[in-house]
């Protein structure tokens, strides 16, 4: 299994940028995927996920400026990043986990998920 990001970059506060995770060695499909970021010293946190149902989620720091998608028949993850703030800046990350069992929740935190990118760093300058 292989997740590899792009698309990280320097960037003006207030302006856009789009991440991207290409999929490999998993039915990209059935897996729940997540964009997570990390600065050093602190706590991975997650920023957007996705369902295998097209379900999403976003923490209250990123809502109504990040958006999550993805395209299964190129097995990639997306995250636009819009009106983005100095405190944006991280090591942004996408992580893929397994298909849900029946009755299972789907993940939220980083210790749920099983495969991880590399990441892509983000710098968002004032």
């Known amino acids: 299994v292989q997740l590899a990001e792009s698309g990280g970059g320097s960037v003006q506060a207030g302006g856009s940028l789009t991440l991207s995770c290409e999929a490999s060695?998993?039915?990209?499909?059935?897996?729940?995927l997540g964009w997570f970021r990390q600065a050093p010293g602190k706590e991975r946190e997650v920023i957007a996920s996705?369902?295998?149902?097209?379900?999403?989620y976003y923490p209250d720091s990123v809502k109504g400026r990040f958006t999550v998608s993805k395209d299964n028949a190129k097995d990639t993850l997306y995250l636009q990043m819009n009106s983005l703030k100095p405190e944006d800046t991280d090591m942004y990350y996408c992580?893929?986990?397994?298909?849900?069992?029946?009755?299972?929740?789907?993940?939220?935190?980083?210790?749920?998920?099983?495969?991880w990118g590399r990441g892509t760093q983000v710098t968002v300058s004032s």
């Open positions: 992580a893929a986990d397994h298909p849900l069992l029946p009755g299972q929740s789907p993940p939220r935190f980083p210790n749920e998920y099983n495969y």
């Open positions: 060695g998993i039915v990209f499909r059935t897996y729940s």
């Open positions: 996705l369902d295998a149902d097209g379900t999403t």
